[in-house]
């Protein structure tokens, strides 16, 4: 495979493009987190609804 290289950042460049990754990760898992939690709400939400609209506590149009 004459010819060929590969490129390697300086060990500083590498810790900054770990360090930039692992923040945009937890951004990322904060974000899939409160997503989660929106979904939970709303499926517990929806539940609510049915059972309200089913026992005639609210009136459905």
Do not use: C, D, W
């Not at 290289?5 to 990760?25: D, G, K, L, N, R």
């Not at 499926?43 to 506590?57: F, M, P, Q, R, W």
């Amino acid at each position: 495979m004459a010819g060929r290289f590969m490129v390697v950042p300086s060990p500083i460049e590498q810790e900054a493009i770990v360090a930039h990754i692992e923040i945009q990760s937890t951004k990322i898992n904060k974000a899939l987190t409160h997503q989660q939690q929106q979904i939970e709400r709303l499926k517990e939400y929806k539940a609510i609804l049915i059972n309200s609209a089913v026992t005639g506590k609210i009136k459905v149009a």
